[in-house]
Nanobody, 121 residues
Framework: VQLQASGGGLVQAGGSLRLSCVASGRTFSEYYMGWFRQTPGKEREFVAA????????LLRDSVKGRFTVSRDYAKNTIYLQMNNLQPEDTAVYYCAAGQVASRRIQNYDYWGQGTQVTVSS
């Protein structure tokens, strides 16, 4: 089972990035795919989640109106579109797969490597 995240980079405040996460190695049709982020010295925190099977999605309150999460079933890929990025969004972003729609790290079974997002002011 592999989750491959990409799309991070350096952007100025107000800019946009789109993160991608490709899932492979098993069928994820019954899974929820999540995005988390982590900064040094802090716990990993929930950002967004989306269901493969339907349009169910969850978003962290602080990113509502700026971030959207989506999936391309045919490409086994989920996306995190991040608009109006702010310096506080700077973090390593991780994708994950779990069997329930959840904001809790403990409910995710598979994790990809992180991709760095840096927002300059």
């Amino acid at each position: 089972v592999q989750l491959q995240a990409s799309g991070g980079g350096l952007v100025q405040a107000g800019g946009s990035l789109r993160l991608s996460c490709v899932a492979s190695g098993r069928t994820f049709s019954e899974y929820y795919m999540g995005w988390f982020r982590q900064t040094p010295g802090k716990e990993r925190e929930f950002v967004a989640a989306v269901s493969w099977a339907d349009t169910t999605s969850l978003l962290r309150d602080s990113v509502k109106g700026r971030f959207t999460v989506s999936r391309d079933y045919a490409k086994n890929t989920i996306y995190l579109q991040m608009n109006n990025l702010q310096p506080e969004d700077t973090a390593v972003y991780y994708c994950a797969a779990g069997q329930v729609a959840s904001r809790r790290i403990q409910n995710y079974d598979y994790w990809g490597q992180g991709t760095q997002v840096t927002v300059s002011s």
